[in-house]
């Protein structure tokens, strides 16, 4: 079992920046990917970006060159870094946790990004 916790978010002005946190504790062994989901209000979950323990990162088209995703292997964590930010960027973000061993994936609670003036 993989517990996934999530920090940060909060209420930002559009073109500012927010980062968020996400650690993973439990039974973590061989190779995993982690990463962001986010649902904006009234919409279906979409994916954000995402890395692999063994490198790699991949961004969706609508946060390529604002976002940055990256994580620390010897503390199970990813960060994401959200600059220029956008009201579309508004959503419930979600941290996901997925082994590539046992094909499991784990989900945080979500936090809370909002945009606005």
């Known amino acids: 079992q993989v517990q996934v916790v999530e920090s940060g978010g909060g209420l930002v002005q559009p073109g500012g920046s927010l980062r968020l946190s996400c650690a993973a504790s439990g039974s973590i062994f061989g190779r995993n990917m982690m990463g962001w989901y986010r649902q904006p209000p009234g919409k279906g979950r979409e994916w954000v970006a995402h890395i692999f323990s063994y490198g790699g990162t991949y961004y969706t088209d609508s946060v390529k060159g604002r976002f940055t995703i990256s994580r620390d292997n010897a503390k199970n964590t990813v960060v994401l870094q959200m600059n220029s930010l956008k009201p579309e960027d508004t959503a419930v973000y979600y941290c996901?946790?997925?082994?590539?061993?046992?094909?499991?994936?784990?989900w945080g609670q979500g936090t809370q990004v909002t945009v606005s003036s």
């Open positions: 996901r946790f997925y082994s590539l061993s046992s094909l499991n994936e784990y």
